[in-house]
């Protein structure tokens, strides 16, 4: 193992405590409504406003993507969501992407979207927009990009994490925690 992926593990390894330390958190807190009204927009690519809660809560994991096209990590991750998104879809979860490129960058999160030929739906926001339901959601600052969040099969945010994190921990977490589920 090379000293770069030696550390990268590393860096995964020590924060995926935070990630099940915040899917704690989040089982305690009630998420904020992340409606219009509360002056989030977030829209498909085809201008229609959208909600992460109308692709929550369907008895499925929901894990979301947050992304931007220039992200040099989110390039390398996003075949790996696609590959999972691929494999538990039509099982017992999905992934949605969120772009923070806004209006002024939609040329360049098409292109991301047509470069990579994503395969799990994505919504963009403005850069602001989309910190500020990041903050509202978790109470955390969006400190860049990719974050992820995670929704359990109820709709209720579980996790949230900033930086890389690969898809194997997320499959892992998402197991540990049907399982308590299912034992409760």
């Known amino acids: 193992m090379n000293t770069h992926r030696k550390c990268l593990f590393l860096a995964v390894m020590l924060l995926f405590p935070l990630l099940v330390s915040a899917g704690e958190q989040a089982k305690t807190e009630p998420a904020p409504s992340t409606d219009t009204e509360a002056g989030v927009v977030l829209t498909d690519f085809e201008g229609n406003r959208r909600t992460i809660e109308q692709f929550a809560g369907d008895g499925k994991w929901l894990v979301v993507m947050i992304w931007a096209s220039d992200c040099h990590i989110c390039n390398t991750e996003v075949p790996e969501y696609m590959a999972f998104h691929e494999v538990h879809k039509d099982k017992d979860a999905s992934v949605l992407g969120v772009s923070m490129d806004g209006a002024s960058r939609k040329k360049d999160a098409l292109e991301f979207l047509d470069r990579h030929l994503v395969n799990f739906p994505s919504l963009i ?18 400190a860049g990009t990719p974050a992820f969040l995670i929704y359990s099969p109820s709709g209720e945010l579980a996790a949230q994490q900033i930086g890389a994190v690969p898809v194997k921990l997320i499959q892992e977490f998402m197991a540990a925690n049907s399982k308590a589920a299912n034992k409760g």
């Open 125 to 142: 926001g403005e850069p602001a927009a989309v910190t500020t339901l990041y903050g509202k959601l978790t109470g955390s600052f969006l």
